[in-house]
């Protein structure tokens, strides 16, 4: 298999996770806009600058992979216009969709979506791949990324049923832990302020919010099954939403237990010596609505263990839990 090429589009911290644990079973490339990060420069990746947003770059440096993996998007953090967000997120996954049907030795590929694509408001029961598109049921901030997502599922999907012969498909992620995480997420801020002592500030207006979330060495996995079942099957049709999974842990938590959780696991962990405390920000804005996690909404996951033989994912108060005790062997190396 390591024969086989796998190409992974957009070199962040999902594109560069994903680089270093595929790379043990296929022969990995990957490609972005930008010089490929120091983080796998020591892992003998190959690497190629290419704009997705431009269809005969993409299909002239991609034209020899197996599967390709779209991992590029323009998140909460980094839209610095809505043209970007359409050239990157829209523009960006239809060229490589194109770039897919049109080239004979892609079997296939898979996007990275996420669970967003529900909304995180007014929620309620199992949340299976066909449980709608609601991306107004999202804060006003974060509209043009639910939307940006929902698209993208929709043009993968499109293309899942244009074309027999090949998959598209997309899994539906939740937020994702891990050691490396970027501080603008609220788990990886509220880590990172835990082990330095401070207090840990959720906004009052949406403490009570719950997440989906899912650990890397989940995703990691998980790709490398629906890679295994693109090159080794043939194309049929599963469920009504085909070849679209949810990959997040079923129950989720609020942010204020998120941050509770993580203040127990530093105490923990640090034998006491490390004390971080709650500290409630409140802007005077309205409270978001937490029914949601009221109504005990709950991610449906048995497609993905029913078509690609993933059992059971870890929970996220034990990947924290992990994620700390890691952080903390590396500050008693560095003091040490």
């Not at 269809?55 to 998007?73: D, G, R, Y």
């Not at 523009?91 to 590929?109: D, L």
């Not at 006003?140 to 940006?148: D, G, H, M, P, W």
């Not at 842990?249 to 609020?254: F, L, R, S």
């Amino acid at each position: 298999m390591k024969s086989t090429k796998i190409a992974i589009v957009g070199c962040g911290f999902l594109g560069t996770s994903l680089a270093k644990y595929l790379k043990d079973f296929f022969s990995v490339t990957t490609f972005d806009v930008f010089p490929q990060p120091k983080l796998l420069q020591n892992y003998n990746i190959e690497h190629e600058i290419c704009d997705i947003t431009n269809f005969i770059q993409l299909q002239e440096s991609i034209n020899t992979t197996s599967v390709i993996i779209h991992t590029v998007a323009t998140n909460l953090a980094n839209i610095p216009s809505n043209s970007l967000a359409y050239d990157v997120n829209i523009k960006g996954i239809q060229n490589v969709c194109e770039t897919v049907s049109k080239n004979e030795s892609i079997r296939g590929m898979i996007l990275c979506s996420s669970w967003h694509v529900y909304g995180d408001q007014d929620i309620s029961g199992d949340i299976n791949e066909d449980y709608g598109y609601r991306p107004d049921k999202v804060e006003e901030r974060a509209k043009i990324y639910a939307l940006s997502k929902v698209i993208q599922d929709c043009i993968v999907r499109f293309f899942d049923k244009k074309q027999d012969e090949k998959i598209f498909g997309a899994f539906r992620l939740g937020t994702i832990l891990d050691y490396n995480m970027r501080n603008d997420t609220a788990a990886g801020k509220f880590i990172t302020k835990a082990l330095a002592g401070d207090d840990i500030t959720p906004y009052k207006h949406s403490m009570n919010k719950p997440m989906f979330f899912v650990s890397m060495n989940d995703v990691c996995k998980s790709f490398k099954s629906f890679i295994d079942y693109i090159l080794t099957k043939e194309k049929k049709n599963i469920a009504d939403v085909d070849h679209i999974f949810n990959l997040a842990y079923p129950t989720p938590v609020k942010i204020i237990d998120l941050a509770n959780s993580i203040i127990d696991s530093v105490k923990k962990n640090s034998n006491g010596k490390i004390l971080p405390k709650l500290s409630i920000v409140d802007l005077g804005i309205e409270e978001t609505d937490s029914q949601i996690y009221e109504k005990s909404a709950q991610i449906d996951i048995s497609k993905i263990k029913e078509c690609l033989n993933i059992s059971s994912l870890t929970k996220p108060e034990d990947v924290v839990d992990q994620i700390i005790r890691s952080r903390l062997d590396k500050m008693d190396e560095s003091n040490g």
